[in-house]
């Protein structure tokens, strides 16, 4: 089989490889000066900053590129039918000249693949920047900490482009992976260790429930490619396999006789991503790993590990499985109504700001998950797709200003308990006005647009697709994740008791990740049309 | 485009961007400075206003702003919302006038300033938004400014205060954007002037029940409907006069003009479908506020249950759906708007000097030490419950006459039930205020010193005295109260800065008595554009 790259499609995720190779040699062969951590902080910087100037320009550039591809079958292959193209999600939706010709790609840029790039990119920019503040303390292996971060950085670039389930699945692990020695890298800690191996053993477990839905998507369609499995399960042949034999033999009735199969293959797929957004009943994990990681690397799993999660859920349920939107869709709703409600209650009675923010990161993913459950029930499904990516972007645009502020105040204070944050107003205005304007666009409230106008895109997707239910029930829980964001806003304004030490010096990269973050939050919640544009 | 309806709400939000400029002794003269001139756009909006065409939307400004989600940058003002905004951006002024002479006593002017400013952006901008998402923002945009003006300058169960506030608020506005949604999802538009124009047209008559009840349930927090009022004594009794007065004074008129602007004109057939629910509920409110009312030790929470009655009898006047009934109503908010204003003001004050208002420990004889204080709360309560030849009188009659005569659809002899036990409310707000009136003003002054709620040790009274007071060893609470006469302080009658701020409510409370129609003609052609008809059916 023949294969030709098209390497400037795969530009981003060979420059995020390339540049993490480079950290780690020269990590290896730098003399061990006090400044060489810097400069593999700003080789690191480079690189990311580098990835996101070639993402902008392909999204300039605009269009629909893919490679990997796989030649069209021999026989002319059967037109997709009429019935998908409607529920098809636009952003994953092929040129029809393309899908005519039946080829099938395995990476391919599209819209979807460039906003999930951008958004690890930028994300990636403050980890790295807020990274630069936690190795200061020399404490921490530098080059193997930017090698893993560029690692988990090319892992999600390359798995919102990838369109078949090997590439998903690998790139998926390829985000997870170098997050687990990240958590445990602070081997003094004992938490940190702990909070790794909760990770590992969740994240192993997650993958083989998720590789058994998936060989058993690959054993019923006989294919790997996300658009076969789709013109298979809705009832048509595989583009190019043609008379495969085990396809032959469970194509006969595909959609009708192997129902049950196609089921538990879609949930089992489903409950190894759930695994990974931490969506209820898979969601226990979130407190102790938040806690017991370094902060950034809680941001990373909050965000990033988080989007790259979403991304593979979209991809495979909004393309592969669409015609089994009956199947998956109630699970999704009832999920979703359970992660919000959960995520709320356990943040409600936390007194450690991380533990507030990774219960409340469970609860977003709640929010975030809605909005698929009315994909076959609403007119066109890339409304429903488009309002939970936006969702995602908004929230990852939030939260990276109240992680960036918890680092900086966590650096001043080891304990990172709520009341550390008691009258930050007057010792650091700045940082306590952008963790109180993320806290309030977490919660949906006016100042913080781009929290109401997230929340409004969800409600009105719901809305449209007709799950009232779902609606009320992340109406509720609006109302009890106000109670916490606001009481924790409320601290910073009350002032401290007295006593109070100054916090450590200033740190100019969490400062600077802070402030990308912010300004990125105020873009959105001034033209939050930047973002709905672009998933519209 | 218009730019003054532009400069209303992005005049206080420069000027609270501003703030950060100010030092902290000049706040308060800042913020007078900034809400004067906020004033002073609201009057040139109220000359350029073409009365001849009240029922029509005028000035309006139309700039797209979200596409994506349909949202435009609606501005616009008509005959309900005129008298309104002119209202809120007078509050706001007479409470900076208030503030430069009674700074607050938990400090950080500044910030209150600041906050302040942000509430009144809000408070205006609901007032004048055409889209059904930039209103529900501008509602939302109060909530966080008030949560912080009762949790900061609050009194002393402020926290607890602010929370059931600003929870039970959300709950209603995550309600009310639902509904709204259901609006959008049904007629497919988000702009009000388009969905009043089509009557309810195109949305579905279950649609329309399940939007109204929701945008009902909404509003109702705010307003609010009895039984969900009860958020509202806590955070009045807790704010800082400056939070009372906005809080009653414009905040529960932003519940009432979503019915009006909103809930009936948009959904007609909800509304009178829901109507005798909304009729019932509001006279239950009348009732029991008034019962209350009369129950209430504290000055402030008997002001806070009044509002619930008053409310009520504005709510009765949308639930009868006629253009007399929506007057009442209308005319009833602004009415609501200054009386309350002006009974938080003037209790304010008087908590300032007794550092209490329960009714117990203030004794008698108020108008004997404080002659003018006492005269404007008789003056002020007098025109709350509703007497003939002050403002407070219309609204309560034009209810209770709308109720005689409901809508078509409406059952008759339910709203003549209605309108009876109005009738009975309107006595039992009389009952209370007089009763109130004649312990608190008249009598023989019981010479008290300001006495805290619980004052259990020497140390605290001498926070209250003052270091050059002589305090008796075993004077604690009351026992001071009854002590011989000559121990009175001198206490302060009213100040040259709260005549300034109360008097102007007092003059337009007199003028609205007397010549109601100044108001009624410039709602009335909105109200019949409301119900698509030319002339009075009602």
């Known amino acids: 089989m023949i294969q030709s790259i098209d390497y400037t499609v795969i530009a981003v995720p060979l420059i995020l490889a390339l540049v993490a190779g480079l950290v780690l040699v020269l990590d290896a062969f730098l003399p061990h000066r006090p400044g060489s951590g810097r400069l593999l902080g700003l080789v690191t910087l480079g690189g990311v900053v580098a990835g996101l100037g070639v993402t902008a320009a392909q999204a300039v550039r605009g269009g629909w590129w893919q490679t990997f591809c796989v030649p069209p079958a021999l026989p002319t292959p059967p037109p997709m039918p009429a019935r998908m193209t409607v529920t098809l999600n636009v952003f994953i939706n092929a040129p029809e000249e393309l899908v005519h010709a039946g080829t099938s790609c395995s990476f391919v840029l599209d819209r979807f693949a460039l906003i999930f790039a951008g958004l690890a990119l930028t994300a990636g920019l403050v980890v790295v920047l807020m990274s630069m503040a936690e190795l200061a303390g020399g404490r921490l292996p530098v080059g193997e900490w930017y090698f893993l971060l560029l690692c988990t950085l090319a892992g999600a670039v390359l798995l919102a482009a990838s369109r078949d389930l090997i590439m998903l699945v690998v790139s998926l692990e390829l985000v997870s992976l170098p997050v687990f020695a990240l958590t445990a890298m602070r081997r003094y800690d004992g938490r940190a260790s702990e909070a790794a191996l909760k990770l590992f053993l969740v994240s192993v477990v997650s993958t083989a429930i998720m590789l058994f839905g998936v060989s058993l998507l690959y054993g019923l369609t006989g294919s790997v490619h996300l658009s076969d499995i789709a013109t298979a399960l809705s009832g048509g042949t595989p583009a190019r396999l043609g008379p495969v034999p085990t396809a032959a033999f469970f194509n006969t009735g595909a959609p009708t006789g192997l129902g049950p199969v196609t089921a538990v293959a879609t949930v089992l797929v489903l409950a190894g991503f759930a695994f990974k957004v931490a969506a209820v009943p898979f969601h226990s994990w979130a407190g102790d790993v938040y806690e017991g990681a370094p902060v950034p690397v809680a941001a990373l799993l909050s965000v990033i590990s988080k989007a790259a999660g979403f991304a593979g859920l979209i991809l495979v349920l909004t393309t592969a499985l669409a015609a089994q939107a009956a199947v998956w869709a109630p699970v999704v709703a009832v999920v979703a109504a359970l992660t919000m409600t959960a995520g709320n209650v356990l943040a409600l009675r936390q007194r450690r700001a991380v533990r507030v923010l990774a219960w409340s990161s469970v609860a977003q993913s709640g929010y975030i998950l809605a909005p698929l459950a009315v994909f076959a029930r609403v007119a066109r499904g890339d409304v429903a797709v488009g309002a939970s990516v936006a969702y995602l972007v908004f929230y990852a645009a939030m939260n990276l200003v109240a992680f960036g502020v918890v680092m900086l105040v966590s650096r001043a204070r080891e304990r990172d308990l709520l009341d550390d944050y008691r009258g930050l107003i007057f010792r650091r205005p700045a940082a306590a006005a952008a963790l109180a304007f993320s806290l309030i666009c977490l919660a949906g409230l006016p100042p913080g647009l781009a929290g109401l106008f997230a929340k409004v895109v969800v409600f009105r997707a719901i809305v449209d697709g007709g799950l009232g239910w779902l609606a009320v029930v992340m109406a509720v829980n609006t109302v009890i994740g106000l109670y916490y964001y606001i009481a924790w806003t409320a601290k910073l304004f009350t002032p401290a008791a007295a006593g109070e030490v100054a916090g450590r010096p200033r740190s100019l990269p969490v400062a600077a990740a802070v402030g990308v973050a912010l300004a990125v939050t105020l873009v959105f919640s001034v033209v939050p049309q930047v973002v709905l544009a672009a998933v519209a | ?538």
């Not at chain 2, 501005?75 to 900076?96: E, K, N, Q, R, W």
């Not at chain 2, 002393?156 to 039970?168: G, S």
């Open chain 2, 1 to 538: 485009m218009n730019w003054l309806l532009i400069l209303l709400p992005a005049v206080p939000l420069l000027g609270a961007a501003g703030t950060v400029a100010v030092s902290g002794r000049t706040a308060s003269r800042y913020g007078v400075a900034v809400s004067a001139a906020v004033l002073a756009i609201a009057v040139a909006v109220a000359a350029v206003f073409d009365y001849g065409q009240a029922g029509r939307m005028q000035l309006q400004t139309d700039l797209p702003w979200i596409p994506g989600l349909g949202l435009r940058f609606h501005l616009g003002i008509d005959g309900i919302s005129l008298p309104l905004v002119v209202l809120t951006a007078l509050l706001t002024f007479l409470c900076f006038l208030h503030l430069a002479g009674h700074p607050p006593e938990a400090g950080r002017t500044r910030a209150l300033v600041f906050t302040l400013l942000v509430l009144e952006v809000g408070m205006i901008g609901t007032f004048l938004a055409l889209d059904l998402l930039v209103f529900f923002v501008f509602f939302e945009v109060v909530l966080i400014p008030m949560y912080f003006v009762i949790a900061i300058w609050g009194g002393r169960d402020r926290r607890a205060a602010a929370v059931k506030f600003i929870l039970y608020t959300l709950l209603g506005s995550a309600v009310l954007l639902l509904g709204l949604l259901v609006v959008w999802a049904q007629a497919g538009t988000l702009d009000m002037v388009d969905l009043a124009a089509s009557h309810g047209s195109g949305i579905a008559r279950s649609a329309q029940i399940v939007a109204f009840l929701a945008i009902g349930i909404g509003l109702a927090v705010k307003t609010p409907i009895w039984p969900l009022h009860t958020w509202l004594p806590d955070a009045h009794t807790e704010a800082p006069t400056v939070g009372s007065v906005l809080l009653a004074g414009v905040l529960l008129k932003m519940g009432s003009y979503g019915f009006a602007r909103i809930a009936v004109p948009v959904l007609p057939e909800g509304a009178e479908a829901l109507a005798p629910w909304l009729g019932a509920l509001a006279v239950i409110g009348i009732i029991y506020g008034s019962l209350a009312c009369l129950a209430q030790r504290d000055l402030k929470r008997m002001i806070a249950y009044s509002s619930v009655g008053h409310m009520g009898f504005v709510l009765l006047g949308f639930a009868t759906l006629t253009p007399v009934g929506m007057n009442a109503a209308l005319f009833g908010n602004i009415a609501h708007g200054l009386i309350t204003g002006l009974l938080f003001f003037v209790v304010g004050g008087i908590k300032e000097r007794y550092g209490t208002a329960d009714l117990m420990k203030l004794g008698g004889g108020m108008l004997r030490r404080l002659p003018y204080v006492a005269s404007l709360l008789t003056f002020a309560c007098v025109a709350s419950l509703g007497l003939p030849g002050l403002a407070g009188f219309w609204g309560e009659m034009l209810a209770l006459l709308g109720a005689f005569q409901p809508a078509p659809g409406l059952s008759r002899p339910l709203f003549l039930v209605f309108m009876a036990v109005g009738g009975v409310g309107t006595v039992l707000t009389a009952a209370y205020f007089l009763v109130m009136l004649s312990r608190v003003t008249h009598g023989r002054a019981r010479e008290t010193v300001p006495v805290g709620p619980a004052l259990a040790s020497a140390e605290e009274i001498r926070v209250v005295l003052g270091p050059d007071e002589p305090i008796e060893p075993v004077a604690t609470g009351t026992a001071v109260a009854e002590a011989g006469p000559p121990r009175a302080i001198p206490m302060r009658d009213v100040t040259a800065h709260e005549l300034a701020a109360w008097l102007p409510l007092v003059a337009l409370t007199i003028a609205f008595g007397v010549w109601p129609k100044a108001l009624l003609a410039l709602t009335t052609p909105a109200v019949h554009a409301i119900f698509g008809i030319g002339g009075g059916t009602g």
